[in-house]
């Protein structure tokens, strides 16, 4: 009964639609009218975009490597107004018209790395992995205008020193614990803003209006954690890096990108090592090799050896390069996730499907 009301009801209201006089020539939806035989060519000529509000649209890169054996992030201290000195993530406005949101993004990186007309600058390219993370777009994250931000990952191995673009003093790598992620302006048990777009974990979000004490510090690169004022980032970029940490903590647990970090052939103990900096935890050598190997497709034996044994002697380690796998199956869970709480109303996964590295 109650689906016969509903499509008599959809009738009805079709009915009364289509019997409605038409306005003549028809309308625009905007309070504007053409002529019925309008084609679309002389509708087009005849549009006006500013009849809406502007929206700007930009690209924000997340770009991650390791230097020194920890997790770094290429961050630009911005030359001009809004938030003028405060350090950034390395993007701009989208050219409309001449390029997508993904050669956007890859020309940025490309800027900002010093890889943009150098030689070799395509094999580097070719070697970096770049995934689209997110968009923000609350309407005061920025203080200019309503700008939209689609936001990229980057991973990539030896990056080289950056180059600062044409509207930034300086770039840097800086490393991910020395900056401020914490979420400004409510505790840290507070639950996601109405803004969260779903690519991080927890919603966490940085600061979006300066400060009289966030006067920007100088690269981090060699200063240990805790050496230095956390660096508070403008904009909310605090918010789109912490979730593309998140997002890149998460990915190298079911997915081979971890060996995005290293080049073509390396060891396991140098793949173990892009899992401590990333995740930001010690594993045991031995555990960690016996998972990795026994994860179908995820490396693949070279059959060649280093030139040379560790540090501390010993035999030569085999060189590896990454297998055909999409995805990690068993999965290489963080420590720190290994042994969640169980749910009751929650089945737990089969055992194959899961395996732990312990630290």
Same mark, same amino acid.
């Given at each position: ?283 045991? =050598? ?62 737990? =996964? ?10």
């Amino acid at each position: 009964m109650i689906c016969r009301r509903v499509k008599r009801s959809l009738r009805c209201a079709h009915s009364e639609k289509d019997a409605r006089p038409a306005a003549p020539g028809g309308s625009t939806g905007r309070g504007r009218s053409v002529p019925v035989d309008t084609t679309e060519q002389e509708w087009l000529a005849a549009y006006d975009p500013r009849a809406y509000t502007p929206v700007a649209v930009t690209v924000d890169v997340v770009a991650l490597t390791l230097r020194h054996g920890r997790l770094h992030v290429l961050l630009v201290e911005r030359a001009l107004p809004p938030y003028q000195g405060r350090w950034a993530l390395p993007g701009g406005f989208l050219r409309a018209g001449e390029e997508s949101l993904d050669e956007a993004a890859a020309r940025e990186f490309a800027e900002e790395t010093g890889l943009h007309g150098t030689v070799g600058a395509e094999a580097a390219l070719s070697r970096i992995h770049l995934e689209q993370l997110g968009s923000y777009g609350a309407p005061d994250r920025d203080p200019r205008m309503h700008v939209v931000s689609v936001a990229y990952l980057a991973f990539a191995p030896d990056l080289p020193d950056p180059r600062a673009g044409t509207d930034a003093a300086h770039a840097a790598w800086h490393p991910v614990t020395a900056l401020d992620l914490r979420p400004a302006g409510r505790s840290e048990t507070a639950g996601a803003p109405a803004d969260t777009h779903g690519g991080g974990v927890d919603g966490r979000t940085g600061s979006t209006e300066p400060s009289e004490s966030s006067a920007p510090a100088g690269p981090a690169e060699d200063a240990e954690p805790g050496d230095r004022t956390p660096i508070e980032l403008a904009f909310d970029h605090a918010r789109i890096v912490a979730d593309g940490l998140d997002r890149a903590r998460a990915k190298i647990e079911y997915s081979p990108l971890a060996t995005a970090f290293l080049h073509h052939d390396f060891t396991i103990p140098e793949l173990r090592a892009v899992y401590e900096a990333v995740w930001d935890e010690k594993l045991h =050598p031995g555990n960690f090799h016996r998972k990795v190997l026994s994860v179908p497709g995820f490396v693949e034996g070279t059959g060649t050896t280093t030139d040379r044994g560790g540090a501390r002697g010993g035999p030569r380690a085999r060189t590896y390069h990454a297998g055909d796998a999409r995805l990690l199956h068993p999965a290489l869970l963080r420590p720190a996730r290994s042994d969640p709480r169980p749910d009751p109303a929650t089945p737990a =996964p089969p055992p194959a499907a899961r395996t732990t590295i312990r630290p």
